[in-house]
Antibody, heavy 120, light 108 residues
């Protein structure tokens, strides 16, 4: 059974760097079939795709976040991570990780998300 | 960016009744449209992909329809476990996924 589990800081101050990690079990992050994605949902708003990474390190980002977002993969730990720099209150959200098959395919497995609040 | 717009924002329906949720894309996504269900504190679950194909284990009361820019998710006879938030996702542009803002399905 594939499971994705996010972990994160909970609370950050403005201008800090957000770091969240997704631990994958039941599947290999080195699978040639899948990309691994970060998606966030601010309070009261819809979901926003942040970006996706392949095990080789190939990444795709939402252009609106590309300048601040870095997604990386650690195949030895079967994890992938998101760093988001220079956060503001607008980055307050539930951050979720997900899996999608290579190519035009939807997210087919999700984590339950970790809430991150940016506040001074 | 392909903008996804869902309607209504919330819907109150009695158990046993039928519910229809809508999703509109700002440009054609062909049939590259999925529906996800999310319950409080739980991971979202893929329900429908390819606009109308049910994912593994999804009950037959869930059906999807549409193509191009207009899509519907219909739940034929609502069960208590169906009350949740539903999101549509386009994956036509798989280098820039986008989601609708969600429809909250509530018990009437």
């Amino acid at each position: 059974q594939v499971q994705l589990q996010e972990s994160g800081p909970g609370l950050l101050k403005p201008s800090e760097t957000l770091s969240v990690t997704c631990s994958v079990s039941g599947d290999s992050i080195s699978s040639s079939s899948h990309y691994w994605a970060w998606i966030r949902q601010p309070p009261g708003k819809g979901m926003e795709w942040i970006g996706s990474i392949y095990y080789s390190g190939v990444t795709y980002y939402n252009p609106s976040l590309r300048s601040r977002a870095t997604i990386s993969v650690d195949t030895s730990k079967n994890q992938f991570s998101l760093n988001l720099s220079s956060v503001t209150a607008a980055d307050t959200a539930v951050y979720s990780c997900a899996r999608h098959v290579v190519g035009s395919n939807p997210c087919d497995m999700w984590g339950q998300g970790t809430r991150v609040t940016v506040s001074s | 960016e392909i903008i996804m717009t869902q309607s209504p924002g919330s819907l109150s329906v009695s158990p046993g009744e039928r519910a229809t949720l809508s999703c509109r894309a700002s440009q054609s996504v062909s049939r590259n449209l999925a529906w996800h269900q999310q319950k409080p504190g739980r991971a979202p679950r893929l329900l429908i992909y390819g606009a109308s194909t049910r994912a593994t284990g999804v009950p037959a009361r869930f059906s999807g329809s549409g193509a191009g820019t207009e899509f519907n998710l219909t739940i034929s006879s609502l069960q208590s476990e169906d009350f949740a938030i539903y999101y549509c996702q386009q994956y036509s542009d798989w280098t820039w996924y986008s989601f609708g803002q969600g429809t909250k399905l509530e018990i009437k």
